[in-house]
């Protein structure tokens, strides 16, 4: 069964095609500093290597990552003949990589092809999907960590060149911000923090990712903090435990990591471990992602509808359509089967069962057999006779 992400994944395929990639796609943007952790954020996030490493600026193109849960026994493993992990790249249709040091080799070739070997950056994306059965459904975006300067053998513009790709991608009200922010820097100074105030004064769709937050200086910890007294966001604030450099060079894996991050929030931050680590970040970025897309379903299916419409005038203005392009435009199809995973989900028949929580239809039936959350709703909190008085004067049907 194709999950929401890639169906997502499908629509920016054909969004390129016909769009020219101009609709705006739900997904979750990842902004920080070139310092910050993200790209151990992100490999965290995933579960083993597959980026780039080095001095400098890594990261000199945005990475569109999807992550797409398959199950042993999905059909997408038979039709493609393989097991276990692997990952495809959009500038390589029909290859899949099996080896993630291949992927990571891929990922600096090709950046090395469009943005050249003299430290430049490139907003042209590069798209990598990762299927596996360890993976949990996500779009993210990965971007150029943000620089205060340039260095003698970088571009004059880079620092600008890097806001302007930033500012692209997390202006739109599409897009979720995950700020990587360093516990042990001063938050006012945070330049992912920065960047999401500029589009998200009031931290409406920003996420906080707290990294090194086991480097902080002796004696102080980061409660406040993680605690959202410090940092204004609406979607959380979660602090992880990244590989130091050592664990890198020494080629520990990431699941060993895991379980070092799991004993360092119980042993220091005990009444919120299990807010907290990359396994909770995973599950709360999930659930994030698809209540946005469900919430901007109906404005991008009418957009898309739109655009598809407009593309059927320009063909049949210009008669029959090359088959490269009819092959590829299937957008309705798409369409009705990103509709019919919310249906199933909201009705029950979806065939992946989720036996941890209740989900969909059935949360939605116990809320309204459940009362007692709504008897504890207060709808006049807030307002005073003179509010309500007011309103109704102002309302076009006076009843006062």
């Not at 969004?15 to 990639?21: F, K, Y």
């Not at 990598?128 to 459904?137: G, N, W, Y």
């Not at 970088?154 to 990587?180: C, F, G, H, R, W």
């Amino acid at each position: 069964m194709e999950s929401l992400i890639s169906v997502i994944s499908e629509l920016r395929k054909i969004n390129n095609i016909i769009g020219g990639g101009k609709v705006e796609l739900p997904q979750i943007v990842t902004v920080g500093s070139q310092s910050s952790g993200k790209s151990s954020v992100l490999e965290g996030i995933v579960g083993w290597d597959f980026l780039p490493r080095g001095t400098g600026i890594v990261t000199r193109r945005p990475l569109v990552l999807n992550l797409v849960n398959v199950p042993e026994d999905d059909p997408r493993r038979k039709q493609t003949g393989l097991t276990g992990n692997w990952a495809t790249f959009d500038h390589i249709p029909g290859e899949n990589f099996t080896d993630f040091e291949k992927v990571k080799k891929e990922i600096e070739k090709d950046t090395l092809k469009v943005a050249g070997d003299n430290k430049n950056i490139s907003n042209n994306p590069i798209h990598l999907t990762i299927f596996s059965d360890k993976v949990i459904d996500l779009s993210l975006v990965d971007l150029p960590g943000a620089i205060r300067f340039s260095l003698p053998n970088q571009s004059d513009t880079i620092k600008d060149d890097i806001e302007k790709i930033i500012d692209e991608y997390i202006k739109s009200p599409k897009s979720l911000i995950l700020a990587v922010t360093p516990a042990n820097q001063d938050a006012a100074v945070s330049d992912a923090l920065f960047y999401a105030k500029k589009y998200d004064p009031e931290g409406k769709r920003t996420l906080c990712v707290l990294t090194k937050i086991d480097i902080m200086d002796r004696g102080t910890n980061a409660y406040d903090m993680l605690s959202g007294k410090t940092i204004p966001v609406k979607l959380g604030i979660i602090g992880v435990r990244n590989r130091s450099q050592e664990e890198i060079v020494n080629n520990q894996t990431i699941e060993a990591c895991l379980a070092k991050e799991e004993i360092f929030f119980t042993n220091n931050y005990p009444s919120i471990s299990a807010r907290n680590g990359m396994p909770y970040l995973r599950i709360q970025l999930n659930k994030l992602l698809i209540n946005h897309i469900a919430e901007h379903l109906p404005g991008l299916r009418d957009t898309i509808d739109n655009m598809t419409i407009q593309q059927k005038e320009i063909m049949t203005s210009i008669g029959d359509a090359p088959e490269e392009v009819t092959s590829k435009v299937t957008t309705n199809k798409v369409i009705r089967n990103f509709v019919e995973l919310f249906k199933n989900l909201l009705n029950g028949t979806q065939e992946d069962i989720e036996v941890t929580r209740m989900v969909g239809g059935a949360s939605i039936n116990n809320a309204f057999r459940n009362f007692s959350s709504f008897k504890a709703i207060k709808p006049e909190d807030g307002l005073t006779d003179e509010v309500v008085i007011n309103a109704l004067r102002n309302s076009h049907v006076s009843l006062i």
